[in-house]
């Protein structure tokens, strides 16, 4: 598959928002996930959103899908110390039975 | 209870070995997967693995193998270890082939060739 991009770092002071930002390569794709890794471990699902939707919204989490621009976001509310972590954005290519997963972003909270 | 664990969590070894991960996962997932991690942090898919259908990333060299004694265990084998193979490996879990169900983790396993 191709490549899903990523900026690969971003930097917020504690109580902003972050949006992390993603552009995925197919549009077929049925469902895309933001995964968080904390250092030293696996990946932990955060959230994901149905391709028939715009928009999905899970307490701090808001998730916006622009499938014109195969462009995703994640924001963040109210950034906290302990959401410093690597953020990875993944879709489910047609054809593919495993995730695409995106280069990750590395956000840094700064107290 | 661990959902995916996989073993040793840390592996250090010599060029030219051959080494077993190990991975178990108890949600009852139909299928298992082996991604490598590299120290860019880019996650590519090795395997997965399913009902007995076993689909390889063209790109993997065949000194690695997977190995599936049950349907809650998926190991990977690797013969003649080379310093390229230094990397992060992840084992993870999902209900079904399809790619509607979201993918489950362990804590990965991290390999060093020297």
């Known amino acids: 598959g191709e490549d899903v991009e990523q900026s690969l770092f971003l930097s917020v002071r504690e109580g902003d928002s972050s949006v992390i930002n993603c552009t995925y390569t197919?549009?077929?794709?049925?469902?895309l996930y933001w995964y968080k890794q904390e250092p030293g471990a696996g990946l932990q699902l955060l959230t994901y959103?149905?391709?028939?939707?715009d928009m999905k919204q899970d307490q701090r989490l808001t998730v916006l899908l622009n499938k014109k621009d195969k462009h995703l976001s994640l924001r963040i509310a109210d950034t906290q110390t302990g959401d410093s972590a690597i953020y990875f954005c993944?879709?489910?290519?047609?054809?593919?039975?495993?995730?695409?997963f995106g280069t990750g972003t590395r956000l840094t909270v700064i107290p | 209870d661990t959902a995916v664990s996989q073993t040793p969590k840390y592996l250090v070894t010599q060029m030219g070995n051959d080494k077993s991960i190990k991975c178990e996962q108890n949600?009852?997932?139909?299928?298992m997967y082996w991604y490598k991690q590299d120290s860019k942090k880019f996650l590519k898919i090795m395997f997965s693995y399913n009902n007995k259908e076993l689909i390889i990333n063209e790109t993997v060299p065949n000194r690695f193998s997977p190995k599936s004694p049950d349907k809650a265990h998926l190991n990977l084998h690797i013969n003649s270890l080379e310093l390229g193979d230094s990397a992060v490996y992840f084992c993870a879990s999902s209900q079904g082939a399809g790619m509607d169900s979201p993918l489950h983790f362990g804590n990965g396993t991290r390999l060093t060739v020297t």
């Open positions: 993944a879709e489910n290519q047609t054809g593919a039975n495993n995730l695409f």
């Open positions: 959103i149905f391709s028939n939707m």
């Open positions: 949600l009852g997932h139909d299928t």
């Open positions: 197919d549009s077929s794709s049925t469902y």
